[in-house]
């Protein structure tokens, strides 16, 4: 049966809450409820044990607010993922991609294939896997963010795109499925180019990457940025079969 809390137990709960610690005041809360469990443990212990649960809590909110405002269209993690050596993902790749390190290197990655063959829930396994180890993203279907940049002008489009470049990582999904007018085509390159060497880009696309600079106008802006995406990149063709089929 647990111990009734004095008066200053209460206060120190009820101030933990307020500064919202919850996870901290929670475990406190649990200690001196059961004292007798937690009497052999030194001050040290019991304290290490509420910072513990707290960084879980502030690890958790933070994954869960990330993944909110990532607005995927999957939500997909690397385990749901099958059959993937089967789709052209070799295991060695996806460790890879599990481990981070493309991020870290500011590597962009490049999923290809046919239509279902799950390039779309590869790039939000991605992002999710990102928001689960605290890193921020932002799932984009590359025609509605060429939409929502064609309305904006001026200050508030340069606002958008700072924005846009403190995501640490950035997926562009169904990459060229429309042609692009000559001002979204600028509008990708100066995406592209922002995020050159600073931040990752994940693409999903239907197209050969030799298609890529025809996408962004058979150009030499089209060739840089094209250049940009795929140095440094991660490449990945996954074949075989719909998968919504």
């Known amino acids: 049966m647990g111990t009734a809390m004095t008066d200053k137990q209460n206060e120190l ?26 009497a052999k443990l030194s001050f040290e212990d019991r304290l290490l044990s509420c910072v513990d649960i707290q960084e879980t809590l502030n690890k958790e ?58 390039k779309t829930g590869l790039a939000c396994a991605l992002g999710y896997n990102c928001c689960s180890n605290g890193i921020s993203v932002r799932y984009y279907r590359t025609s509605d963010l060429l939409l929502e940049m064609s309305n904006k002008l001026g200050m508030d489009k340069l606002r958008f795109m700072r924005n846009l470049q403190r995501f640490k990582v950035l997926i562009l999904d169904d990459f060229g499925i429309s042609k692009i ?14 995020r050159y060497k600073t931040a990752s880009t994940v693409i999903s696309t239907q197209l050969k990457k030799s298609a890529f600079p025809i996408l962004l106008g058979s150009d030499t802006k089209a060739e840089a940025a094209t250049d940009r995406l795929l140095h440094p990149a991660i490449e990945i063709e996954l074949k075989g079969p719909s998968r919504r089929k």
């Not at 500064?19 to 007798?36: C, D, H, K, V, Y």
């Open 61 to 118: 909110k933070r994954c869960f607010t990330l993944i909110k405002n990532a607005k995927f269209k999957d939500h997909l993690r690397l385990t749901d993922l099958t059959s993937t050596a089967d789709y052209g993902l070799k295991d060695e790749t996806l460790a890879s991609l599990t481990s981070l390190n493309w991020v870290t290197k500011c590597c962009n990655v490049i999923i290809s294939g046919s239509c279902g063959v799950g």
């Open 13 to 38: 709960i009820v101030r933990l809450r307020n500064l919202t610690w919850e996870g901290f005041a929670s475990e406190i809360e649990n200690q001196l409820a059961n004292l007798p469990v937690y």
């Open 181 to 194: 007018s000559t001002s979204e085509s600028q509008d990708l390159f100066n995406i592209i180019d922002d």
